[in-house]
């Protein structure tokens, strides 16, 4: 399972690259935001920042919603270094632009999926990732994990090329739940990555090894 992160944090991206497991980078409008990013000129530079940052997809989403515009964003958003993956929602003009893009050999990444039916109209366009919010179904109630599930048996049985990316990652559970549930790629936030590192007895079992190495090796 590839490792992204989803931030539009240089500082974040960095850490999480530096540990040497991360494969690429997630991006929304709201992150790009949260960073104070505004404007299309800035947007495109810091998309450019990010992309030169890692060794792996980097994905960037459309602000439009009809089709034309889309693809023009798409295309310039693409231009931006090889690595860009254009991120566009599932809509009937997402899927629309999806289509076009894959035909252009731009890679895509499906976002706001919700459903194994929206999950089969993006492997059938040719999406190259496809984005279940985990999270987001979980905070309404149902199962965000049993969605990844699904999408994996159906993708299997059909034999969909679209890797899925499971999204809206809330925690490090989360995070071996996707990997058990065969998700080709996860995306989360830094925290849950970090999270993943933290066990009482390793903690308790290095601190043990190190005392026990200092009782036989005191420096005189
Ligand atoms: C990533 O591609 C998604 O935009 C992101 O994971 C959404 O996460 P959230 O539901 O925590 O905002």
Known sequence: MKFFIDTANLDQITEANDLGILDGVTTNPSLMAKEGISGEDNILKHYKKIAKLVDGDVSAEVISTDFKSMVAEGLKLADLADNIVVKVPMTKDGIKTISYLTEEGINTNCTLVFSAGQAILAAKAGATYLSPFVGRVDDINWDGIGLIKEIVKIYSIQGYMTEILAASIRSPLHIVQAAKAGADVVT???SSIM??????????????FLEDHGKLNKSK
């Open 195 to 208: 999270g993943l590192f933290n066990h009482p007895l390793t903690d308790s079992g290095l601190a043990k």
């Open 188 to 190: 989360c936030p830094l």
